[in-house]
């Protein structure tokens, strides 16, 4: 009788356990859906083939709709790098100025270039208005495009 009933608590916790695991899953997958957009780029057997910018240009010109977009994404990322250069080298620099330590400097310019990047990218949103433009959805077309191209 006792070999019953511990059997059945060990399945009662086992169900407690693998059903809150399942509601954990299912939580985040609703929060990061939109990666559903990018599985079948990334999931895949064969990578899709690399592209230059040759590429990129022709995808902007044959697509009015999200070529545009795809076009004011890539200008979004120079303020990105400007931030992220200003940010290392700024942070890093007063590190190693009142500081001299090494290791400080280092971990302090990776973390500018991190938050440089961040900032950068936030004045590229507001200066190119990009909440207004729905660029994962130009990414994918260029994907969909670049695929289509290839084969």
Do not use: C
């Amino acid at each position: 009788m006792s070999e019953s009933s511990s059997e059945s608590q060990s399945l009662l916790s086992q169900s407690f356990f693998r059903n809150h695991l399942d509601g954990f899953k299912e939580f985040w997958s609703e929060r990061f859906s939109f990666l559903d957009n990018y599985t079948r780029f990334v999931s895949r057997e064969k990578p899709l083939p690399g592209w230059s910018s040759s590429d990129v240009e022709e995808f902007i010109a044959s697509d009015p709709v999200h070529g545009s977009t795809l076009k004011t994404a890539r200008e979004a990322v120079k303020f990105g790098i400007t931030g992220s250069a200003i940010g290392a080298i700024s942070t890093a620099g007063v590190t190693w100025k009142y500081s001299r330590s090494l290791h400080g400097a280092g971990l302090s310019f990776v973390a500018g270039a991190v938050f440089g990047w961040t900032f950068g990218q936030e004045i590229a949103s507001h200066y190119y208005q990009l909440y207004r433009l729905d660029t994962a959805a130009a990414q994918v077309k260029f994907m969909e495009w670049l695929e289509n191209k290839r084969h």
